[in-house]
C-alpha cells in the first residue's frame, strides 16, 4: 500500500510539474518559491519510491530468512524508515542547492541538474544495490526450498525454471531495471536516444507492471472479483422441488391403497 502510494504521488507531481512548471516559460524566469517548492516535494516522493522498494526487498528477504521475525514489529519499522529516509536526503539536497552560488543550481525553479544531485543519486545507488543482494539471497533460499520439497515425477530444470519465474516477478517490484539507467550516454551519442527511450519506459510503466503481476494476476484477487462479481449479478439458482400428491384407489380386493404422484417442479 505504501509502494503504491508513493507511486501515485510521485507520478501525480511528476504531471504537475510537466503541465505547469516545464511548459510555462515565464513561471521558470521568474523562479518563484512555490515551483522550487514542487521540484523539492517531487523529488522526495521520487525517493520514496526507491526507499519503499528498498522496503520491499528487506521485508520479503527477511520473511524468508528469518522465519520467526514478528512481521507486525518489523512492518511498523518500515513504515517510519520508508518515510523518514527520504526526508533527510531531501533536506540535505534542498540546504546545499539554496545556498549555492552557482546560477544554474538557484534558478529556473532549479530544473537544472545542477552540482548536487549526486545527493539524490548515490542513496538510489545503494538502494537498488542491496535490492541485488536481496534477490540474490532470495533466490538461493527459493532454491533450496524447491529442491528439498517433493520431486517425484519432475525435472531438475524444473527448479531453475520455478526460480527464474520468481526472479522475474521480483525485478519490476524491487526496481532492479534502473540498473540500466545510470549509464547514461554522452550527449550526441548514437545510443542516447534509445537511453532516453528506455528511461522513460522503465519510469513510466513499474507501477503498471507491478499491478498487473502482483495484483490483477494473482488468484486470490481474480477470485475476489469473481465473488464481487457474482453477487452483483441478479442470478438466480434454480432449485428443485417435489410436490407430492396422495391418491385413494380401491383395489379389487377392497383393499385401500395410497398411491403418491410426485411432480418435480422448480421455484
Not at 85 to 108: F, G, H, K, W
Not at 174 to 190: E, N
Not at 197 to 209: D, H, K, N, P
Not at 243 to 260: H, L, N, Y
Request: charged share 15%.
Amino acid at each position: 500500500m505504501n509502494l503504491f502510494t508513493s507511486f501515485a504521488l510521485n507520478n501525480a507531481l511528476w504531471l504537475i510539474w510537466y503541465r505547469f512548471i516545464v511548459a510555462n516559460t515565464d513561471v521558470l524566469i521568474n523562479n518563484d518559491i512555490p515551483c522550487r517548492v514542487l521540484h523539492v516535494v517531487l523529488h522526495y516522493f521520487l525517493l520514496t519510491n526507491y526507499a519503499w522498494m528498498l522496503c520491499e526487498g528487506f521485508y520479503l528477504h527477511t520473511l524468508l530468512v528469518n522465519a520467526f521475525t514478528s512481521e507486525h514489529k518489523l512492518v511498523n519499522w518500515l513504515m517510519g524508515l520508508g518515510w523518514s529516509m527520504p526526508t533527510v536526503i531531501v533536506t540535505l539536497y534542498t540546504a546545499l542547492r539554496a545556498s549555492s552560488n552557482d546560477p544554474a543550481d538557484t534558478e529556473q525553479c532549479w530544473i537544472n541538474e545542477g552540482s548536487y544531485m549526486s545527493v539524490l543519486v548515490y542513496p538510489v545507488y545503494i538502494s537498488t544495490m542491496l535490492n541485488l543482494l536481496f534477490l540474490f539471497n532470495i533466490v538461493r533460499v527459493l532454491l533450496m526450498k524447491l529442491r528439498a520439497g517433493p520431486a517425484i515425477g519432475t525435472r531438475p530444470s524444473r527448479f531453475m525454471l520455478q526460480a527464474f519465474r520468481a526472479t522475474l516477478l521480483l525485478v519490476p517490484l524491487l526496481g532492479l531495471h534502473y540498473l540500466v539507467i545510470p549509464f547514461r550516454p554522452p550527449k550526441k551519442h548514437p545510443w542516447e536516444q534509445f537511453y532516453e527511450v528506455l528511461s522513460a519506459i522503465t519510469a513510466s510503466f513499474q507501477g503498471l507492471c507491478v499491478a498487473v503481476l502482483f495484483c490483477f494476476c494473482n488468484g486470490e484477487v481474480i477470485a475476489q472479483f469473481k465473488r464481487k462479481w457474482e453477487n452483483s449479478v441478479p442470478l438466480r439458482k434454480r432449485t428443485n422441488s417435489y410436490t407430492a400428491t396422495t391418491v385413494s384407489v380401491r383395489s379389487d380386493i377392497d383393499e385401500k391403497s395410497e398411491v403418491c404422484f410426485c411432480d418435480r417442479g422448480s421455484i
